[in-house]
């Protein structure tokens, strides 16, 4: 026997370490559930190392990049080169900041839209196999994530949690064969299942052949599953073969189209309306840097002199904060209801060196909408072309959007064309209207998602935008990475 | 021990030279290949073609000529590719703990340092990998996948290219004799 096993030794361990394997998947397909232990090892020894990577990739492009543009400065100007490549290290740092801000903005907005609880998340790696459509984030179950939670972006659906570790969870993507969703069409109402089909396209199944569905439509989440809450965009509709008993629909899912770096996981999810209209997508506007002429007004202002250290997010930031403080006002403890300080001046600062903080403070109407003199709860925003002059009018005062928590308006009022979250209103004066270009945070309801905004006004002057964005970007760089649970006004329309 | 460019099987066990590697190399390398597998493709999706894991299990079959090495090496990688997929568990297992068996005992009877020989064995065990995961996954899950035969053919010639380089850098993490 004993000589046996030895000279068969070779196949005798492949049989076993075969049948054990075998074994291990007929226990997961018999009982329905997974090894977890096997798979938390893994996932925690290579995560870490995930992120490792991840940080030290995003440190050394910088670097790099400065290295080799230093590599070939010239002895005898090195003064000026260096000053040069100082101001380009800093404007690709400033971009990278707006981009940065401009998707933690759009995400922001999305969530101000949203009714439901979302957690921030950001793609660390994909899974392994040439095969696999599943993404690992970097929030697991240490952050409050559980397995079967949805994960969306502005854009769309973007994949739910199948299954979550300490460090991180892992996403199964709507691309995959083994991905599915109700769904219903905005246009016909018609109900669905969304399967991924391992391509870019999904496949909508057992739509029945009667429903009316075209090329161009757009489908929603039904929240039928229990999984994605209703009114989340699927996709639109790329074609359409009759036939009976269900149609044959192929859908370009919309969740993933801008990358998704970052996406938000749907920790409560709140059924919302589907909306009349098919989403608009804006391209994300790149704003330049903020001017530094308004940091240098703002000095002369008698406002609290910069730091000669620190980012421009930090010397923004002071200027904000000189305002706030210039009007009484003291961040995060407004009640509700309560005017925020006005901002509009900031960008004025150049323009006219003196401006009156008191006539503009907390307790003073802004001038526009007092003169306007209209009723309503809301109202859409004019663009910042309005003004002929070119210099913003003066603007209805707007909290930045961490502290709010918005209804859609649309429910009162659903001609108007809204393209931001609408601004509470003080109960003293419910007749108010904004008519200001946008505020600080213009450019962030540009980029706000669509399916959850209405039509997009016309856009401002792209002077006037760059400017306000750049200094709303900087500013919602700042917001932290968990997002503040929904206020129970912003569920009273479900 | 040197052989000639043509020469690519061995006249007798004594020609073969079982190549030792640092017990840190073994560990090191596997977790290496699949820490690119997860993390390259995310920032570089061309690359996702790249079998990595499955080229190291093969290297480190063919070169240490153990079956039973070369075994458990395949089924150690192929359960961590399960474990950052979304497969159950023993899948990849499977497949690779075949392929490193299989490798090893090829090794055995061929000139594993000869260039081609090694572009050739890549191509095929990755045929192989990709055919018997078809194959199980059909065969014990009921899925219905398609195998691309061209696709695979033209992935797998990428892959057995990107091996040869590989293997020439793996071949300086072993022991010297």
Redesign the interface.
Known sequence: MESFLNRY??IT??LL??FA??L??AV??KNDQ??HL??V???T??TP??RI??GF?GGSIGFVRNYIMLHDADAENRRLKAEVDKLKIENIFLKNELNSAERAQALQVFQAHTPSKMLAAT??????????????VDRGSADGVMRGMAVVTPDGIVGKV?AVYPPAS?V?LVT?P?FAAGVVSQKSGARGTFKGQGTPLGKIDYVPGDEKVAEGDWFYTSGDDRVFPRGFPVGQVKMVRPGQPFQEIMIEPAGMQRGMEDVLIVVAGVHQEIPDKPPVTQPVYIAPPPPTVAANATQQDGAVPLAPGGTEADKLRQQYKAIGDAQNHKFGEGEPGTLPPDFTKLGQASAAPKPAPAATGPSAPPPAAAASGATGTTGARAPASSSPTGTRPPASPEPPPTTRQTPDVRKQSPSLPITEPPAKRPASDPGKKPTAPGGPLASAHRVAPSGFVGPIAPPPSRSAVSRIAGHASVLVKKIPHSWKKPSTESTVHE | MSYSGERILLNSQRESQVARFRAWVLFAVPLAAILFQVYVPHFFPFLAFLELPLLVVVYFAVMRRAPVGGLLIGALVGLAQDSLSKNLLGMYGIVDTMVGYFAASVGVRLDVDHNFLRLLLAFLFYFFHQFLYWVLARALLSQQLAFEFQSTLVIGLLNAVVAVALYRFLDKLREQA
């Open positions: 030794r070779n361990v492949l370490v075969i394997q075998l291990l998947l997961q397909v997974d090894v096997i798979r090892w893994t996932v020894a290579v190392m995930a990577l991840e990739r793609v660390i790696s994909n899974g392994a196999g040439s095969n696999s459509k599943v993404v690992f199948i892992e199964l995959d083994d």
